[in-house]
């Protein structure tokens, strides 16, 4: 079993920074493909961006790219998501999740993809 805690979250204004974390238990992290997601208020949650088990392979969903980055520190068992010109629009609770299973030739957008959730992060942003 798999533990995930997010932390990090806030109240920012818009064109601020913020930076959440994702912590993982056990051992195992650095064989996780890792994502975050994310559900606004109101709306159903949504992919934000993938990272591979080493760290050298990412992707973005088309709305975050350019101003959010993902990534990884497996010897600290620690994802990461800096979130820059953050916009009203990024409000939304922020999840990460572990997916144990390789997928060939998946971009790992898809929910049923990940195993593993934690319990999100709220993140606010103010106009």
């Not at 064989?31 to 992919?47: A, D, I, S």
Request: charged letters at 20%.
């Amino acid at each position: 079993q798999v533990q995930l805690v997010e932390s990090g979250g806030g109240l920012v204004q818009a064109g601020d920074s913020l930076r959440v974390s994702c912590a993982a238990s056990g051992r195992a992290f650095s064989t996780y493909v890792m994502g975050w997601f994310r559900q606004p208020p109101g709306k159903e949650r949504e992919f934000v961006a993938t990272i591979s088990r080493s760290g050298a392979s990412t992707h973005y969903a088309d709305s975050v790219k350019g101003r959010l980055t993902i990534s990884r520190d497996n010897a600290k068992n620690t994802m990461y998501l800096q979130m820059n010109s953050l916009k009203p629009e990024d409000t939304a609770n922020y999840y990460c999740a572990a997916s144990v299973r390789l997928y060939s030739g998946s971009s790992y957008e898809r929910e049923n993809e990940y195993v593993y959730w934690g319990q999100g992060t709220q993140v606010t942003v103010s106009s």
